[in-house]
């Protein structure tokens, strides 16, 4: 299969995904009344916050050029690479925890149980960057030649779909957003899940072979990881305050200071000069810093994982 832009079954997709999401997002309220009411503000509110967001979150990248060009085009450009996935999605959470507030539902209590119908939904979203032409995918596939892992492009390379990962990533993250413990929080469910995603897409984005969106400060970390990373960073810190566990937070900033050091040795093997042996070390740049990636994404799920949880919580 060729990789061409498809901008209807993008659309279909996502409709398909807001639709499923809250229909079991609805079966999950039923005991709150009304249900439906909160179902559709959700949508709404949801899907507007979650625009603008996305949106806020790219003009972020190109404030500093925007500023020294006089330019401002992309302001209400809605191109696909011209928005923010993470931005989107705590748009989304947002909207969610306001239409909840709204109609007399706790937040916190709303977002546990929009966990997993938000798995689901971001799930049908990254299938969606299918009709998005290059966006989602990485660099020329080496094992997984085979659709729907590996896509053409326009010579007849096969390139590997990182958006099917992270759709199936989503829903490994059902996973702790199903699962039930005897002592649960209001909130809880969805941060351990929220720590799953986050985690896990620090490690995705740097599959990426066309990563769009990067930040005005660095040229080597993508826009996505800086949202990811804040984002994990305050439901790290929302934690200590509630469990004490001040030591994830050092140690949190320290693995994503990894991951930043890992983007640019990739990116910029050319400029690490070694000692003679080493240059094992320049030519194996990308593999290794996946693999280390990969292993930054376990630490940070786990030590994050730590962090929300309070010894209450573990009984």
Not at 107 to 117: E, R, V
Not at 254 to 260: K, Q
Request: charged content about 15%.
């Amino acid at each position: 299969m060729t990789l061409e832009n498809g901008p209807e079954f993008a659309v279909w997709m996502m409709l398909a995904g807001l639709a499923a999401c809250m229909v079991w997002y609805g079966t999950r309220l039923e005991k709150y009344r009304p249900a439906g009411h909160t179902v559709l503000l959700t949508a709404v509110l949801g899907s507007l916050f979650a625009l603008v967001c996305a949106k806020a979150g790219y003009l972020i990248h190109d404030l500093g050029a925007n500023l020294l060009e006089g330019t401002f085009d992309e302001v209400t450009a809605l191109e696909p690479e011209l928005l923010s996935f993470a931005g989107g999605c705590a748009g989304f959470t947002a909207g969610t925890a306001l239409a909840a507030r709204l109609t007399g539902i706790r937040p916190m209590k709303a977002l546990d149980l929009f966990a997993a119908p938000a798995c689901l939904f971001l799930f049908l979203a990254r299938i969606a960057e299918a009709g998005m032409g290059e966006l989602g995918t990485g660099s020329e596939a080496e094992l997984l030649r085979f659709f729907p892992m590996a896509m053409e492009d326009d010579w007849g390379d096969p390139c590997l779909s990182v958006f099917v990962l992270e759709a199936l990533w989503a829903l490994v993250c059902l996973i702790p957003a199903l699962r039930k413990e005897p002592v649960e929080r209001d909130g809880t469910v969805f941060t351990r899940t929220a720590v799953w995603l986050l985690g896990g897409q620090i490690g995705w984005e740097m599959l990426l072979q066309y990563p769009f969106v990067r930040t005005f400060v660095t040229s080597f970390v993508s826009l996505e990881q800086v949202i990811c990373a804040i984002l994990l960073l305050v439901i790290v810190i929302a934690g200590c305050v509630r469990t004490r566990k001040w030591w994830t937070l050092p140690v949190t900033a320290a693995l994503l200071g990894a991951s930043a050091f890992f983007q640019f040795y990739r990116d910029n093997k050319i400029g690490f000069v070694l000692e003679e042996g080493w240059e094992w070390a320049v030519d194996n740049a990308v593999t290794i810093s996946r693999i280390a990636f990969f292993l930054i994404s376990a630490a940070l799920i786990r030590v994050a994982g730590q962090a929300i949880t309070s010894k209450k919580d573990e009984t």
